[in-house]
Structure formats: structure tokens, C-alpha cells
T-cell receptor
Framework: DTAVSQTPKYLVTQMGNDKSIKCEQN?????MYWYKQDSKKFLKIMFS???????INETVPNRFSPKSPDKAHLNLHINSLELGDSAVYFC????????????????FGPGTRLLVL | AQKVTQAQTEISVVEKEDVTLDCVYE???????LFWYKQPPSGELVFLIR??????QNEISGRYSWNFQKSTSSFNFTITASQVVDSAVYFC???????????FGTGTRLQVFP
């Protein structure tokens, strides 16, 4: 009954590989996000999707590509992994209020710890 | 530009002490939202509270309380009678009205010793 889930929880891979992280939410939310937390614990948004449409795309290398097959899923594909990509990646989701268009609180998944060797 | 400052990098207290975590924010929006999240050693991010800019009432939830003051652009978090389980990194965050983007502070690591 996990609200926002991510797989895998841990990912260890070699430089140059391509990998994907999956995110699913069962809250019925219409907006999903990816955040990156670096080694100093700093959290920064990467992308947001609303009803499968890309809304926010921060200054992220184009090696990172989000894909949303439906509004309950937002996957993150990373090509040609680099050492600096090592971080914890968090997925989150929220619901837009119909009356105001304002987004409600973002709820986060457990994180995926990516280590690039 | 929007910014959140958590000047306290790390705080250590002994169990049962009260502790206040500071959060100062900057925004040009007249309507905005403030949040606190907890990140325990297990690593997940747990939502604690959300406060709208037009609601300056302080809030209490058990041992947790929050003091929102627009005059000083602060949204401080107090834990009363701290417990070892309160040990975590606490993040303050800000979101403007017309954006989905959460701007996080750098976090305050709280260590509660028995």
C-alpha cells in the first residue's frame, strides 16, 4: 500500500552505462517529479510532469530523460552515466486543486541511491 | 528569486531538551507555501507540515510546533522534549504560487543523544 514507490532502491553501475529508475504512485495524483539529492544532502528539482506533459525541466544534462507512460508512472532514464551522477534520486507526486490550479503537498518516494563507479 | 536558508548545519541535544530549527526564506510572491520535511537515517523524505502565506497562525502537533512570522520571513520548527527518534535531517522548503517547484534549504542535521 506504499503511496510513492521507486525501484530499484540501490543501483551500482559502471561509468558509461545506461540505466533507468522507475517510479509509481497510487495516490491518484496528476503531477509527478524527480529530485536529485547530492552528497551534501542538497535537494534540487530536475523535472515535473502533469498528466504526462513535461512542465518543469531544470538545467539537467540531456543524458537524463524522463518518461511518463501514464499519470501514475514517471521513469527516469540516464544515458552514458558519469561519476558525478552518483546521488540519491527522489520521485514525488502531488495533486492539482481543480478549484485553483494550485498544487497540493508533494509526497516523496523512498529514494534510489545511485553509485557510478 | 526564491531562496531558503537554514543557517544551522548541525544541532546536538540531549533527550528531553527542547530544540528550535530555524528557517528563513526569500520570495517576491505574495502568495506562497512553506513546508518542513524530515529525512531520518533510513533516507526517506517525510512530509511534516505545509503552511500557506496567508495563514500566520502557529501550529502545534504533539511535540512539534511551528512559528510562522511573515514580518521576519521565518518559519521556525520547535521540537519539545526531544527524543532519540527525532534524530534526522530536517528540511525547510518554499514553493511560489504559480510554480510546482519546491526550493529546499540545505537542511539541519539534528542529533538527539540519550
Amino acid at each position: 500500500d506504499t503511496a510513492v514507490s521507486q525501484t530499484p532502491k540501490y543501483l551500482v553501475t559502471q561509468m558509461g552505462n545506461d540505466k533507468s529508475i522507475k517510479c509509481e504512485q497510487n495516490l491518484g495524483h496528476d503531477t509527478m517529479y524527480w529530485y536529485k539529492q547530492d552528497s551534501k544532502k542538497f535537494l534540487k528539482i530536475m523535472f515535473s510532469y502533469n498528466n504526462k506533459e513535461l512542465i518543469i525541466n531544470e538545467t539537467v544534462p540531456n543524458r537524463f530523460s524522463p518518461k511518463s507512460p501514464d499519470k501514475a508512472h514517471l521513469n527516469l532514464h540516464i544515458n552514458s552515466l558519469e561519476l558525478g551522477d552518483s546521488a540519491v534520486y527522489f520521485c514525488a507526486s502531488s495533486q492539482e486543486l481543480e478549484t485553483s490550479g494550485v498544487q497540493e503537498t508533494q509526497y516523496f518516494g523512498p529514494g534510489t541511491r545511485l553509485l557510478v563507479l | 528569486a526564491q531562496k531558503v536558508t537554514q543557517a544551522q548545519t548541525e544541532i546536538s541535544v540531549v533527550e528531553k531538551e527542547d530544540v528550535t530549527l530555524d528557517c528563513v526564506y526569500e520570495t517576491r510572491d505574495t502568495t506562497y507555501y512553506l513546508f518542513w520535511y524530515k529525512q531520518p537515517p533510513s533516507g526517506e523524505l517525510v512530509f511534516l507540515i505545509r503552511r500557506n502565506s496567508f495563514d500566520e497562525q502557529n501550529e502545534i502537533s504533539g511535540r512539534y510546533s511551528w512559528n510562522f512570522q511573515k514580518s521576519t520571513s521565518s518559519f521556525n520548527f520547535t521540537i519539545t522534549a526531544s527524543q532519540v527518534v527525532d534524530s534526522a535531517v530536517y528540511f525547510c522548503a518554499l514553493r511560489g504560487y504559480n510554480t510546482d517547484k519546491l526550493i529546499f534549504g540545505t537542511g539541519t542535521r539534528l542529533q538527539v543523544f540519550p
